[in-house]
């Protein structure tokens, strides 16, 4: 990073709230809302369940009982089996810090209206959303991938492996590009993460760290 | 969990069993908000940095804000700046305590009928000052502000101006006036030349604090390590002249004590000599002052200054034998007869030809500009007297720091109107009608000017955390109010356009403003180095004064009230981090006290701890006893900054306000006289310390060592070794064994897969004694970066502090013996083979291959067997939970936790905590290089410690590089130890003894 900025920050309010900055030491906590696999871009190639060329003809299902979906209800019903799943969109264009960012944070209002002051007119949640913009308020999503404040993911290093590793933004998320509405796919837990770094060091024959240090400080 | 919890947790889990039980996202429903519009400059989870200028103090330091999410989290010197280059004290550490303290205005208020403070919109604050405003005439209308060199000095004066009032009186409680007065007299300008500690070989400091809170002390210390710090065989000498030995005396290779406020005379003794002897080449205009020195020959200087006329000749010797500089105005000259002193070193400084070379005028120090306690004891006479209508304060807070007997307080309730800008509700404030809240520094536009030709600019790192708002835009405000010529006189819409108009006029080359503006925002400001200006000796010179402070008679002890390390002149006494500081001198936390020589306590029969009424000729205040040392017999000193009436919840009625006792008429120059006469009477109370520290003596332990440079030099002579029976060498048989089971636990962990060794560095650490001077920045940068509670008085007096870092202070000699002291920072020594590793019985504690000693909070049940185990005693237990606000010892009242570093886990009750060697730094470092696929180079890793530390004594690094500085530092075989290495703990920190130049 530049040692200064040019400009002081133009006025914004923090990403957390004061609550949870409290709860989870500020940022300690590595949280993702949802992470879509980059199927036009043919990251997921030779994952079983990924998305070919084929598959570029699905079309999201009408969804008529949304109690019956898994994962929490969130404040708009946002669909990434559409936009991931039916329209393609690359995960990383909302998703935009995940490579570069410990924190992979969550898109915008501002980017969500790129495509929605003028797509999806007449849809209920797009008028919910641009009642959002329109009334500048922020959209209260319901974290669903919490990890413990004693945890330390660098979300931009596993993001970074995937060559290295061939580690996919399924591996941890899941079919995200069929989830009408997200849910936790991986554990979470320690033994979980470390299934996976033991599994690459044999795979590659390297040394994925277990040290306890590299997580938790 | 009852049914209605139940189902809310279930309604926003959605319902699956297997999610609402699984990981670690169950019952917490924790929010993500996003922004409406991606802020530039930002990226959630990473660090922004920006420029901007610490107003700490008026030495005008230049910072790094590190910003997250928005939000200031840290402050580390800004390495572009010329002052402090990159380095901070531990009040400049702890400015964003200052922005996030709970006990900041956070609106207008204005006093109601009742007499409290009501809210009160900022419209209608604005339409009272200005319906005020056009009922009176300018002339009662009176303005005191702090030190502000720069755009808003200006713009007050303008505004005074433009409003025909008088002239704003700047009060800062060390405005210098001493040097400046005596400046004048001696060499005709009386300005504050710069002061080159790192070229002076031989450093005479004649009272001066100059590493404590003198002029500029990041920068001072940075230059005295440089030119005093042991190197292959060389080290500068330094000899302080007081009656009290200051933090700064401590690193000092000799002090002299002598009678109190006779500095000026032992100068002049000195001067005498070496004009005497030509022992320099004295300038011919020395003749003018030939009587002067005459009068002032060793023996009669001794006799009042109770020095030795050997020694006031051995002085004199070693004064002109090497590059030198004598130094005075510290505290240790602020009584009446201070510009005596400052004159007669002057007068040192020129005799031996120092002023032009180590002395230099042209690049003018401008701490506390024209600030005079003069004026501000003449506006109190004009309040009282019913001569002001209306009076502004901004930036001062003279109700508490001038002597009580001054009556500001009282006075000001003559005042018909008094308009505070105060961020807090501070003794000043709360005499005032109005409080209009100023924005923290770093939540404004601003400039500064700490010497003539540096400009340092601040600006914004963040959105006000409060409704407040900045005073030059309320003055711009008002001024468009008045309406007519005030309003005419300025065309800036904004503060910000006013200080963007001056440096328009500040800028020197041809490039478009807004290239320059932004390339001077990223830098901190704009450095130019202005001509060196010669000065001879003033006409007047010979008429100097002589005079000495007049010796307490009978049962009498001089008293002297010096600026705090910490809380400097009382500003800092809110930050809980500089109150839980130990006192660098005394280890004393969160109170006041005496110092008094522990003779003289036995002549009166006080015991440490008791509490003793000191009364002046002005008033009386009672505070516990600390037998020290390192004070003359005839003298006792009580530390300023604590003793606020109000303040906030960490400084209101704390202590005492040692100014109560002082006289309130002002000096011969102008200033405030900081001696006075007291006496001593016991009151046979008792108050337990609140300090981390245990004894104050070795006991042979070999912890601080030490050495001389003529041992050094010499190393084939048998030098008495202090601690040779302690320090006994590991047996050879023993470390062969200890290597053998280091080297299978590194094949261990490679066998399990785990790592690869070789490939991964060996963190280690080397803390060079010879140049640490006990500060304690690095201690409170600790407590910044990794989000270590205060626990208070109470706890601490307990011995529940928790700093993970903390400098050891012991004392060697004394009586008879010339008293030295020894510091030494200690932290996890993160030892090889850690006594504290195998008796965890949850491997909480256990050591990374990278050298690291590590506590996996999540892992750690809470037994304290790695602390008991542990014979450094640097591990620190949660005994509450100072991050829950239902918590007794809750230590982050809202918005205090703003300040948590999001790298770093806040602990919780129950769990072992300690120094990390800042394994977040490390990681953050490796995951970074990571991406960007480059290896580490030397100094990539820099811990808060290593990083804040003003004389550059500490040093991070691999020691598994052959090149980096940690290795060849942890190899010398001169200097280097390990504390307590006879335990076979193999400290993977090597601290270097330290080493005096004790005379020839």
């Given at each position: 990073?530049?040692?200064?900025?040019?400009?002081?920050?133009?006025?914004?309010?923090?990403?957390?709230?004061?609550?949870?900055i409290l709860?989870?030491?500020?940022?300690?906590?590595?949280?993702?809302?949802?992470?879509?696999?980059?199927?036009?871009?043919?990251?997921?190639?030779?994952?079983?369940?990924?998305?070919?060329?084929?598959d570029?003809?699905?079309?999201?299902?009408?969804?008529?009982?949304?109690?019956?979906?898994?994962?929490?209800?969130?404040?708009?019903?946002?669909?990434?089996?559409?936009?991931?799943?039916?329209?393609?969109?690359?995960?990383?264009?909302?998703?935009?810090?995940?490579?570069?960012?410990?924190?992979?944070?969550?898109?915008?209002?501002?980017?969500?209206?790129?495509?929605?002051?003028?797509?999806?007119?007449?849809?209920?949640?797009?008028?919910?959303?641009?009642?959002?913009?329109?009334?500048?308020?922020?959209i209260?999503?319901?974290?669903?991938?919490?990890?413990?404040?004693?945890?330390?993911?660098?979300?931009?290093?596993h993001?970074?492996?995937?060559?290295?590793?061939?580690?996919?933004?399924?591996?941890?998320?899941?079919?995200?590009?069929?989830?009408?509405?997200?849910?936790?796919?991986?554990?979470?837990?320690?033994?979980?993460?470390?299934?996976?770094?033991?599994?690459?060091?044999?795979?590659?024959?390297?040394?994925?760290?277990?040290?306890?240090?590299?997580?938790?400080? | 969990?009852?049914?209605?919890?139940?189902?809310?947790?279930?309604?926003?889990?959605?319902?699956?069993?297997?999610?609402?039980?699984?990981?670690?996202?169950?019952?917490?429903?924790?929010?993500?908000?996003?922004?409406l519009?991606?802020?530039?400059?930002?990226?959630?989870?990473?660090?922004?940095?920006?420029?901007?200028?610490?107003?700490?103090?008026?030495?005008?330091?230049?910072?790094?804000?590190?910003?997250?999410?928005?939000?200031?989290?840290?402050v580390?010197?800004?390495?572009?700046?010329?002052?402090?280059?990159?380095?901070?004290?531990?009040?400049?550490?702890?400015?964003?305590?200052?922005?996030?303290n709970?006990?900041?205005?956070?609106?207008?208020?204005?006093?109601?009928?009742?007499?409290?403070f009501?809210?009160?919109?900022?419209?209608?604050?604005?339409?009272?000052?200005?319906?005020?405003?056009?009922?009176?005439?300018?002339?009662?209308?009176?303005?005191?502000t702090?030190?502000?060199?720069?755009?808003?000095?200006?713009?007050?004066s303008e505004?005074?101006?433009?409003?025909?009032?008088?002239?704003?009186?700047?009060?800062?409680?060390?405005?210098?006036?001493?040097?400046?007065?005596?400046?004048?007299?001696?060499?005709?300008?009386?300005?504050?030349?710069?002061?080159?500690?790192?070229?002076?070989?031989?450093?005479?400091?004649?009272?001066?604090?100059?590493?404590?809170?003198?002029?500029?002390?990041?920068?001072?210390?940075?230059?005295?390590?440089?030119?005093?710090?042991?190197?292959?065989?060389?080290?500068?000498?330094?000899v302080?002249?007081?009656?009290?030995?200051s933090?700064?005396?401590?690193?000092?290779?000799?002090w002299?004590?002598?009678?109190?406020?006779?500095?000026?005379?032992?100068?002049?003794?000195?001067?005498?000599?070496?004009?005497?002897?030509?022992?320099?080449?004295?300038?011919?205009?020395v003749?003018?002052?030939?009587?002067?020195?005459?009068?002032?020959?060793?023996?009669?200087?001794s006799?009042?200054?109770?020095?030795?006329?050997?020694?006031?000749?051995?002085?004199?010797?070693?004064?002109?034998?090497?590059?030198?500089?004598?130094?005075?105005?510290?505290?240790?000259?602020?009584?009446?007869?201070?510009?005596?002193?400052?004159?007669?070193?002057?007068?040192?400084?020129?005799?031996?030809?120092?002023?032009?070379?180590?002395?230099?005028?042209?690049?003018?120090?401008n701490p506390?500009?024209?600030?005079?306690?003069?004026?501000v004891?003449?506006?109190?006479?004009?309040?009282?007297?019913?001569?002001?209508?209306?009076?502004?304060?901004?930036?001062?807070?003279?109700?508490?720091?001038?002597?009580?007997?001054?009556?500001?307080?009282?006075?000001?309730?003559?005042?018909?109107?008094?308009?505070?800008?105060?961020?807090?509700?501070?003794?000043?404030?709360?005499?005032?009608?109005?409080?209009?809240?100023?924005?923290?520094?770093?939540?404004q536009?601003?400039?500064f000017?700490?010497?003539?030709?540096?400009?340092?600019?601040?600006?914004?790192?963040?959105?006000?955390?409060?409704?407040?708002?900045?005073?030059?835009?309320?003055?711009?405000?008002?001024?468009?109010?008045?309406?007519?010529?005030?309003?005419?006189?300025?065309?800036?819409?904004?503060?910000?356009?006013?200080?963007?108009?001056r440096?328009?006029?500040?800028?020197?080359?041809?490039?478009?403003?807004?290239?320059?503006?932004?390339?001077?925002?990223?830098?901190?400001?704009?450095?130019?180095?202005?001509?060196?200006?010669?000065?001879?000796?003033?006409?007047?010179?010979?008429?100097?004064?002589?005079?000495?402070?007049?010796?307490?008679?009978?049962?009498?002890?001089?008293?002297?009230?010096?600026?705090?390390?910490?809380?400097y002149?009382?500003?800092?006494?809110?930050?809980p981090w500089?109150?839980?500081?130990?006192?660098?001198?005394?280890?004393?936390?969160?109170?006041?006290?005496?110092?008094?020589?522990?003779?003289?306590?036995?002549?009166?029969?006080?015991?440490?701890?008791?509490?003793?009424?000191?009364?002046?000729?002005?008033?009386?205040v009672?505070?516990?006893?600390?037998?020290?040392?390192?004070?003359?017999?005839?003298?006792?000193?009580?530390?300023?900054?604590?003793g606020?009436?109000?303040?906030?919840?960490?400084?209101?009625?704390?202590?005492?306000?040692?100014?109560?006792?002082?006289?309130?008429?002002?000096?011969?120059?102008?200033?405030?006289?900081?001696?006075?006469?007291?006496?001593?009477?016991?009151?046979?109370?008792?108050?337990?310390a609140?300090?981390?520290?245990?004894?104050?003596?070795?006991?042979g332990?070999?912890i601080?060592?030490?050495t001389?440079?003529?041992?050094?030099?010499?190393?084939?002579?048998?030098?008495?070794?202090?601690?040779?029976?302690?320090?006994?060498?590991?047996?050879?048989?023993?470390?062969?064994?200890?290597?053998?089971?280091?080297?299978?636990?590194?094949?261990?962990?490679?066998?399990?897969?785990?790592?690869?060794?070789?490939?991964?560095?060996?963190?280690?650490?080397?803390?060079?004694?010879?140049?640490?001077?006990?500060?304690?920045?690095?201690?409170?940068a600790?407590?910044?970066?990794?989000?270590?509670?205060?626990?208070?008085?109470?706890?601490?007096?307990?011995?529940?502090?928790?700093?993970?870092?903390?400098?050891?202070?012991?004392f060697?000699?004394?009586?008879?013996?010339?008293?030295?002291?020894?510091?030494?920072p200690?932290?996890?020594?993160?030892?090889?083979?850690?006594?504290c590793?195998?008796?965890?019985?949850?491997?909480?504690?256990?050591?990374?291959?990278?050298?690291?000693?590590?506590?996996?909070?999540?892992?750690?049940?809470?037994?304290?067997y790695?602390?008991?185990?542990?014979?450094?005693?640097?591990?620190?237990?949660?005994?509450?939970?100072?991050?829950?606000?239902?918590?007794?010892?809750?230590s982050?009242?809202?918005?205090?936790?703003?300040?948590?570093?999001?790298?770093?886990?806040v602990?919780?009750?129950?769990?072992?905590?300690?120094?990390?060697?800042?394994?977040?730094r490390?990681?953050?470092?490796?995951?970074?290089?990571?991406?960007?696929?480059?290896?580490?180079?030397?100094?990539?890793?820099?811990?808060?410690?290593?990083?804040?530390?003003?004389?550059?004594?500490?040093?991070?690094?691999?020691?598994?590089?052959?090149?980096?500085?940690?290795?060849?530092?942890?190899?010398?075989?001169?200097?280097g130890?390990?504390?307590?290495?006879?335990?076979?703990?193999?400290?993977?920190?090597?601290?270097?003894?330290?080493?005096?130049?004790?005379a020839?």
């Open positions: 990073m530049d040692p200064a900025g040019p400009e002081p920050p133009v006025a914004h309010k923090g990403i957390m709230t004061r609550h949870a709860l989870a030491g500020s940022l300690a906590t590595v949280s993702v809302l949802a992470f879509v696999i980059a199927t036009a871009s043919g990251k997921a190639q030779g994952t079983p369940q990924a998305t070919t060329a084929a570029t003809a699905f079309e999201a299902p009408e969804i008529t009982d949304t109690a019956s979906l898994e994962g929490p209800r969130q404040p708009i019903f946002f669909r990434h089996d559409v936009h991931a799943g039916q329209y393609l969109i690359d995960c990383q264009y909302c998703h935009v810090n995940t490579e570069v960012s410990p924190k992979p944070g969550i898109p915008t209002v501002s980017s969500c209206m790129n495509c929605h002051l003028v797509a999806g007119t007449g849809i209920a949640e797009v008028d919910s959303l641009r009642a959002y913009d329109r009334d500048g308020r922020e209260e999503w319901v974290e669903v991938h919490d990890l413990a404040q004693f945890v330390h993911f660098p979300h931009e290093v993001v970074n492996a995937e060559e290295e590793f061939e580690l996919v933004c399924e591996d941890c998320h899941g079919q995200v590009d069929r989830m009408a509405q997200i849910y936790q796919f991986g554990a979470l837990k320690m033994g979980w993460c470390l299934d996976c770094h033991k599994e690459k060091s044999e795979q590659f024959d390297t040394v994925v760290s277990t040290d306890c240090s590299v997580c938790h400080y | 969990m009852n049914r209605r919890r139940f189902l809310k947790v279930l309604g926003v889990t959605g319902g699956g069993g297997a999610t609402a039980l699984s990981g670690c996202s169950t019952d917490n429903v924790e929010k993500l908000i996003p922004y519009v991606p802020p530039e400059n930002e990226i959630p989870g990473l660090a922004t940095w920006y420029a901007s200028t610490c107003r700490e103090c008026p030495a005008g330091c230049g910072f790094h804000v590190r910003v997250r999410e928005g939000r200031a989290v840290k580390e010197g800004n390495p572009n700046s010329p002052i402090n280059q990159g380095k901070l004290c531990s009040r400049g550490q702890a400015a964003t305590q200052g922005l996030y709970p006990d900041r205005v956070r609106a207008p208020l204005s006093r109601g009928d009742n007499g409290f009501e809210p009160i919109t900022w419209d209608a604050a604005l339409a009272r000052i200005t319906e005020r405003l056009n009922a009176v005439s300018g002339d009662r209308v009176w303005f005191v702090g030190n502000e060199a720069g755009a808003f000095d200006s713009l007050v505004w005074l101006a433009a409003l025909g009032a008088n002239p704003s009186i700047v009060y800062e409680p060390f405005g210098y006036e001493a040097m400046r007065h005596a400046n004048r007299v001696v060499f005709g300008s009386d300005s504050i030349p710069a002061y080159d500690f790192a070229a002076a070989q031989y450093v005479l400091s004649f009272g001066a604090d100059f590493m404590d809170t003198w002029l500029s002390p990041v920068e001072q210390t940075r230059q005295f390590s440089e030119g005093h710090s042991y190197d292959s065989g060389r080290m500068g000498r330094y302080h002249v007081e009656p009290r030995m933090m700064t005396a401590m690193s000092a290779d000799e002299i004590a002598p009678n109190p406020g006779t500095e000026g005379a032992l100068a002049l003794g000195v001067a005498h000599v070496i004009v005497r002897d030509r022992l320099a080449s004295v300038p011919s205009d003749s003018r002052i030939q009587t002067l020195l005459d009068r002032n020959d060793p023996a009669s200087v006799g009042v200054t109770g020095v030795s006329v050997a020694t006031i000749e051995r002085l004199a010797h070693e004064f002109t034998a090497h590059s030198s500089l004598a130094v005075a105005g510290g505290v240790g000259a602020q009584h009446d007869q201070a510009h005596a002193s400052v004159a007669a070193a002057n007068i040192l400084n020129y005799v031996a030809g120092n002023v032009g070379n180590t002395v230099t005028f042209g690049a003018d120090i506390s500009g024209e600030s005079s306690y003069a004026s004891a003449s506006l109190v006479d004009d309040m009282a007297a019913g001569r002001v209508a209306v009076l502004f304060v901004h930036g001062a807070d003279p109700a508490y720091a001038t002597p009580a007997n001054l009556g500001f307080a009282a006075a000001m309730r003559a005042v018909e109107f008094k308009v505070s800008f105060s961020r807090f509700l501070d003794d000043t404030a709360m005499e005032a009608d109005l409080v209009l809240p100023d924005h923290d520094p770093l939540e536009w601003n400039d000017e700490p010497r003539a030709g540096v400009y340092t600019l601040q600006q914004p790192v963040m959105q006000p955390v409060f409704d407040t708002r900045q005073t030059g835009d309320v003055l711009l405000a008002l001024a468009a109010q008045l309406g007519g010529s005030v309003a005419a006189t300025f065309t800036a819409a904004s503060y910000k356009d006013y200080l963007q108009a440096w328009q006029r500040l800028q020197r080359d041809r490039r478009p403003f807004d290239v320059f503006w932004t390339e001077a925002l990223q830098r901190g400001g704009m450095w130019t180095e202005p001509g060196e200006r010669a000065v001879r000796l003033a006409a007047g010179a010979a008429t100097v004064a002589e005079g000495t402070w007049p010796q307490p008679s009978g049962e009498q002890l001089t008293l002297i009230a010096y600026p705090s390390p910490a809380l002149d009382g500003r800092g006494a809110n930050r500089l109150q839980e500081l130990p006192d660098p001198v005394t280890k004393l936390t969160w109170n006041s006290w005496l110092e008094i020589n522990p003779v003289t306590a036995e002549r009166l029969g006080i015991a440490d701890g008791e509490m003793i009424e000191v009364s002046s000729a002005h008033r009386t009672t505070v516990s006893a600390h037998l020290y040392p390192g004070i003359k017999e005839d003298v006792v000193a009580i530390p300023m900054g604590q606020h009436r109000w303040f906030g919840r960490y400084a209101g009625a704390r202590g005492v306000n040692v100014l109560d006792l002082l006289a309130a008429e002002p000096t011969e120059f102008g200033g405030m006289g900081h001696f006075t006469a007291v006496t001593l009477r016991n009151t046979k109370d008792y108050e337990p609140a300090t981390p520290a245990g004894r104050s003596r070795q006991m332990r070999g601080a060592q030490a001389t440079l003529a041992a050094l030099a010499h190393p084939e002579e048998q030098h008495e070794e202090e601690h040779s029976e302690h320090a006994a060498p590991v047996p050879e048989h023993i470390e062969e064994v200890l290597d053998e089971w280091q080297e299978a636990q590194y094949r261990e962990w490679k066998q399990r897969g785990n790592y690869a060794a070789e490939d991964l560095p060996r963190w280690a650490m080397a803390i060079d004694l010879s140049k640490c001077t006990g500060c304690s920045a690095c201690v409170t600790c407590y910044a970066e990794n989000n270590i509670p205060t626990v208070g008085e109470k706890l601490m007096r307990r011995e529940r502090g928790m700093a993970w870092l903390r400098i050891e202070r012991y060697e000699g004394g009586g008879d013996e010339p008293l030295e002291v020894r510091v030494l200690m932290m996890c020594q993160h030892c090889g083979n850690a006594p590793e195998p008796v965890c019985p949850v491997f909480a504690a256990y050591h990374t291959p990278d050298g690291l000693n590590a506590q996996v909070y999540n892992r750690c049940v809470g037994t304290r790695c602390s008991n185990n542990c014979p450094y005693k640097v591990r620190y237990f949660n005994w509450w939970d100072h991050s829950n606000e239902n918590d007794a010892a809750f982050f009242p809202d918005p205090l936790h703003w300040l948590l570093n999001p790298d770093v886990t602990r919780s009750k129950g769990v072992m905590e300690k120094c990390t060697f800042c394994v977040q490390i990681r953050g470092k490796q995951n970074e290089l990571k991406l960007s696929g480059e290896s580490l180079q030397d100094g990539d890793v820099v811990p808060a410690c290593q990083q804040t530390c003003p004389a550059n004594a500490i040093v991070f690094g691999d020691l598994n590089d052959p090149d980096s500085r940690v290795r060849a530092m942890a190899t010398d075989s001169e200097r130890y390990h504390v307590l290495g006879s335990l076979n703990t193999r400290p993977a920190v090597t601290y270097l003894k330290k080493v005096t130049n004790s020839d």
